[in-house]
């Protein structure tokens, strides 16, 4: 993680928290700096202006005039023509007979290469009193706040961009250890987990959620390991029984003849057949076949697996049949039902219903037979792949065990749903739940 630098997710972090720091830092010491400016000067200026008018009310006293004795302060009277009256002695030194400011208003002036503030107050007789004090303990007071502030917000920077850092780095460390468990699990290692930590944070989330994918990528390749040996297992079973046979008549052409060899090698050819279209059209349904879509007549496909069923011999019941239209694929829909039927005609003792059932937002269609049913234990099993309940494990009676499979995809595919129960002479009824076409569709 930390080997990436400033690209990785520690890295970027960083830099962002300092960039915003930074700028909060810099923004708030300007701002900071000029209001003390502001707050020392208007404090300066307010003891000035006190103190003139403490010297303006002690001049206008009897015997007041004589500023010469004043220590260290800059003092001046000036007349209405301008021209210095009286002066303290240092005004005298650092200003000669140059007058300064006394329109009232605060002034800066440099003096002697001292910054100064001048203040005024006006006097009896039209004159005015000037003080000027001096600018440079304020200024060496802002001075000492700025040389402070310069060295303090870079060293706050730095302290927040290493806590930052390793802040970070401390949160990102499981992160780095599920990535380097997950980078060692490999097709041959899906049982193994990533360690959840325990500080139920938005990392252990994380590493949650990596083991519930590692199950279902297990749970998939398990399956898919079982429907291979299983497919391998169907298609071997017709490829040797044709073997069987030719061997058979290759040796002892006596024992049968070239009827009887046709006839086997065509019906185990058919269901050799049938087991790679059905294993093909599984493929097709996985990859999300069946996007093709158009109104469709449930009713429609529901009465004409009615009549093929009865034109067999069995009772079929079809008067629970209602007009509802769906839209979907018509030759997968066709499929599903066809594949129902046979079903339940593969397991009735004679009697079958069908029935299409719209109702609000979505149609029924059940198919039930009046055998032997589904326990409740085998009712979600029924509908793997290659799975056959125990009175229908022989070929003639239990098919190649992928019909149900299919329904199943063919359902998922058009947006339902299919389920197994008791039907009304306590067989199996299978409920297929499809989304009703909108009525402008």
């Known amino acids: 993680m930390g080997s990436r630098g400033w690209r990785s997710v520690r890295g970027r972090t960083t830099l962002g928290a300092t960039a915003v720091v930074a700028v909060a830092l810099i923004v708030g010491a300007f701002s900071f700096y000029g209001i003390?400016?502001?707050s020392i000067r208007a404090s300066t200026e307010r003891a000035a202006e006190q103190r003139v008018e403490e010297l303006a009310d002690r001049l206008d006293g009897p015997g007041g005039r004589d500023i010469r004795t004043l220590d260290d302060e800059i003092v001046q009277i000036i007349g209405p023509?301008?021209?210095?009256?009286?002066?303290?002695?240092?005004a005298q030194d650092e200003l000669g007979s140059t007058a300064l400011p006394s329109d009232g208003d605060t002034h800066t002036r440099t003096i002697d290469g001292t910054p100064m503030l001048v203040v005024s107050e006006?006097?009896?007789?039209?004159?005015?009193?000037?003080?000027?004090?001096?600018?440079?303990?304020?200024?060496?007071?802002?001075?000492?706040?700025?040389?402070?502030?310069?060295?303090?917000?870079?060293?706050?920077?730095?302290?927040?961009?290493?806590t930052t850092w390793l802040v970070v780095g401390r949160a990102l460390r499981p992160v780095n250890r599920i990535r380097e468990e997950v980078d060692g699990i490999t097709a041959e290692r899906l049982h193994r987990r990533v360690e959840v930590p325990p500080s139920a944070d938005e990392v252990a989330a994380l590493a949650t959620t990596m083991n519930g994918m590692l199950d279902r990528l297990d749970a998939s390749a398990t399956a898919q390991r079982r429907f291979v040996s299983d497919a391998s297992h169907e298609l071997r079973s017709p490829l040797a029984t044709i073997r069987q046979h030719a061997e058979l008549?290759?040796?002892?052409?006596?024992?049968?003849?070239?009827?009887?060899?046709?006839?086997?090698?065509?019906?185990?050819?058919?269901?050799?057949?049938?087991?790679?279209?059905?294993?093909?059209?599984?493929?097709?349904?996985d990859e999300g076949a069946g996007s093709h879509a158009e109104p469709v007549d449930l009713d429609d496909i529901a009465l004409g697996e009615v009549r093929r069923l009865r034109a067999s011999g069995l009772d079929v019941d079809g008067s629970g049949i209602a007009a509802a239209r769906v839209h979907g694929d018509p030759r997968l829909l066709g499929?599903?039902?066809?594949?129902?039927?046979?079903?339940?005609?593969?397991?009735?003792?004679?009697?079958?219903?069908?029935?299409v059932t719209p109702a609000d937002r979505h149609v029924f269609v059940t198919v039930e037979d009046d055998g032997a049913g589904v326990p409740p234990e085998e009712r979600e099993r029924i509908f793997e792949r290659f799975v056959r309940l125990d009175e229908a494990r022989s070929?003639?009676?239990?098919?190649?065990?992928?019909?149900?499979?299919?329904?199943?995809?063919?359902?998922?595919?058009?947006?339902?749903?299919?389920?197994v129960d008791d039907s009304r002479w306590g067989g199996a009824r299978f409920v297929v739940t499809l989304p009703l076409a909108h009525p402008g569709r």
């Open 122 to 162: 006006d006097l009896r007789d039209d004159q005015t009193i000037v003080l000027a004090v001096r600018l440079d303990d304020d200024d060496e007071a802002l001075s000492t706040v700025a040389v402070l502030l310069i060295v303090a917000v870079p060293l706050l920077l730095i302290l927040v961009a290493v």
């Open 36 to 38: 003390l400016t502001t």
């Open 81 to 90: 023509d301008g021209v210095v009256r009286a002066a303290s002695e240092e």
């Open 395 to 419: 070929r003639d009676a239990g098919g190649s065990g992928l019909g149900l499979a299919i329904v199943r995809a063919i359902a998922t595919a058009a947006g339902g749903s299919v389920t």
């Open 249 to 285: 008549a290759q040796a002892h052409p006596g024992t049968t003849s070239i009827g009887e060899l046709a006839e086997v090698v065509s019906e185990e050819g058919l269901r050799l057949q049938g087991i790679v279209e059905s294993l093909l059209l599984l493929a097709r349904l």
């Open 335 to 355: 499929q599903l039902l066809r594949n129902l039927a046979d079903n339940a005609a593969r397991h009735s003792r004679g009697r079958l219903a069908i029935g």
